[in-house]
């Protein structure tokens, strides 16, 4: 066989391999879709873009499993509701997290933010603004876009273990999010330094199943296709993980205390800048943790390094609530033996979802942080 024989042959192989690959992971065993971010060049604030695809279906494994379908509002954010400013008198909750709260491996209809909504009743609206590999500052910041724009009367948002640390940076940082950097005997907090944009190669590669494949469910690293991949921080389940690890050696109060003492200084710029953006407002913090404790051991055992520092910088700000969530999941978990996780093995399942849903409702109805309010506004419907 002559080399130009060779190639034809090889060329053609290719083609025929690419299109039977692309038809096979469209509609046989699909690979995943995600939506598509952008940051406003005005706001600096990241979301999903809904002038791209406005819905699609998230897949996990090398082998395609179905996970759910995601949807994009007009405003950009998962969410089956349409956002609208708070009437005067009316009620609204603005629920702040990572890839938790975004929930793409959740159904819609079974999100934190939707199972929030259903138990605080149709004239409580929940709004939710989550993004995979957010953290603290992220949440600060753009909680001052969500007042300007909602005016939100309780925010609650749901934390893990790194989102301090990940939020500060010595040098550098991530170019699209907000950070804050040690300045003189505190901090200071650092804008993004670059709009993020996908380029047009990121978005036609995009459309393609099989490299949609390769990157979200292989997880493949390919060569100059970076688009819709802003590095994200050490949060999330990564640091769920880690945290459940260490809280699986049962450390002691004393043992935690340095690492605490770390993250203090963080942590209470963090909040205290948080409480003066939204001076009135109910700032509910739900500390996700080990899901799977025996109930009597959990008030014995402290939280990780960062919840901890949370909790205490929670106690010297009259405006600030603190949940720990473990004990809602042991309860659970004591009484159904059902699982928390999603099919990555990390992230909330539904039934998470709606233990942690009924966890923050419940602490809202027990500390009266809507009393003022005759939640008039309403609520869209999923």
């Given at each position: 066989m002559t080399p130009f024989r060779f190639l034809v042959r090889f060329v053609v192989f290719v083609l025929v391999f690419v299109a039977l690959s692309e038809a096979w992971l469209r509609y046989v065993t699909p690979a995943s879709e995600q939506p598509i971010y952008r940051q406003s060049r005005t706001t600096l604030v990241y979301s999903a873009d809904p002038h791209a695809a406005r819905s699609g279906l998230s897949t996990e494994q090398r082998v395609p499993r179905r996970l759910a379908t995601w949807h994009v509002n007009d405003a950009g954010w998962l969410s089956p509701y349409r956002y609208v400013r708070r009437r005067p008198g009316g009620a609204l909750?603005?629920?702040f997290g990572d890839s938790y709260v975004e929930g793409l491996s959740v159904a819609q209809s079974q999100?934190?933010?939707?199972d929030l909504h259903g138990l605080m009743g149709p004239r409580v609206p929940v709004y939710a603004f989550g993004m995979s590999g957010w953290y603290l500052e992220q949440y600060v910041a753009t909680a001052r876009y969500v007042r300007a724009t909602y005016d939100p009367d309780l925010i609650v948002i749901l934390v893990g273990e790194g989102d301090v640390s990940a939020s500060v940076r010595r040098s550098g940082g991530f170019p699209y999010w907000y950070h804050i950097v040690p300045s003189g005997s505190g901090f200071r907090e650092v804008p993004p330094t670059q709009v993020y944009a996908v380029s047009r190669k990121a978005a036609l590669a995009h459309k393609s199943a099989l490299i949609r494949y390769l990157r979200y469910n292989a997880h493949a690293q390919i060569p100059g296709v970076h688009g819709n991949d802003v590095e994200g921080a050490p949060t999330g389940a990564d640091a769920d993980d880690l945290g459940r690890s260490a809280e699986s050696q049962t450390p002691s109060a004393e043992s935690e205390r340095p690492e605490v003492e770390s993250v203090l200084p963080a942590t209470r710029f963090l909040v205290d800048r948080l409480c003066a953006d939204n001076p009135g407002v109910p700032i509910v913090f739900a500390a996700r943790g080990d899901r799977y404790l025996p109930v009597d051991a959990v008030n014995g055992r402290p939280l990780a390094p960062?919840?901890?520092?949370?909790?205490?910088?929670c106690a010297e700000q009259p405006q600030c609530h603190f949940l720990d969530l473990r004990m809602p999941f042991s309860l659970d978990w004591a009484r159904h033996h059902e699982r928390f996780e999603a099919l990555d093995g990390?992230?909330?399942n539904a039934h998470a979802d709606a233990v942690a849903a009924a966890a923050i409702a419940a602490?809202?109805?027990?500390?009266?942080?809507?009393?003022?309010?005759?939640?008039?506004?309403?609520a869209g419907s999923p």
């Amino acid at each position: 066989m002559t080399p130009f024989r060779f190639l034809v042959r090889f060329v053609v192989f290719v083609l025929v391999f690419v299109a039977l690959s692309e038809a096979w992971l469209r509609y046989v065993t699909p690979a995943s879709e995600q939506p598509i971010y952008r940051q406003s060049r005005t706001t600096l604030v990241y979301s999903a873009d809904p002038h791209a695809a406005r819905s699609g279906l998230s897949t996990e494994q090398r082998v395609p499993r179905r996970l759910a379908t995601w949807h994009v509002n007009d405003a950009g954010w998962l969410s089956p509701y349409r956002y609208v400013r708070r009437r005067p008198g009316g009620a609204l909750i603005a629920l702040f997290g990572d890839s938790y709260v975004e929930g793409l491996s959740v159904a819609q209809s079974q999100h934190l933010d939707v199972d929030l909504h259903g138990l605080m009743g149709p004239r409580v609206p929940v709004y939710a603004f989550g993004m995979s590999g957010w953290y603290l500052e992220q949440y600060v910041a753009t909680a001052r876009y969500v007042r300007a724009t909602y005016d939100p009367d309780l925010i609650v948002i749901l934390v893990g273990e790194g989102d301090v640390s990940a939020s500060v940076r010595r040098s550098g940082g991530f170019p699209y999010w907000y950070h804050i950097v040690p300045s003189g005997s505190g901090f200071r907090e650092v804008p993004p330094t670059q709009v993020y944009a996908v380029s047009r190669k990121a978005a036609l590669a995009h459309k393609s199943a099989l490299i949609r494949y390769l990157r979200y469910n292989a997880h493949a690293q390919i060569p100059g296709v970076h688009g819709n991949d802003v590095e994200g921080a050490p949060t999330g389940a990564d640091a769920d993980d880690l945290g459940r690890s260490a809280e699986s050696q049962t450390p002691s109060a004393e043992s935690e205390r340095p690492e605490v003492e770390s993250v203090l200084p963080a942590t209470r710029f963090l909040v205290d800048r948080l409480c003066a953006d939204n001076p009135g407002v109910p700032i509910v913090f739900a500390a996700r943790g080990d899901r799977y404790l025996p109930v009597d051991a959990v008030n014995g055992r402290p939280l990780a390094p960062e919840m901890e520092a949370l909790r205490e910088v929670c106690a010297e700000q009259p405006q600030c609530h603190f949940l720990d969530l473990r004990m809602p999941f042991s309860l659970d978990w004591a009484r159904h033996h059902e699982r928390f996780e999603a099919l990555d093995g990390a992230h909330y399942n539904a039934h998470a979802d709606a233990v942690a849903a009924a966890a923050i409702a419940a602490s809202i109805d027990s500390w009266h942080l809507l009393a003022g309010s005759d939640a008039s506004s309403g609520a869209g419907s999923p």
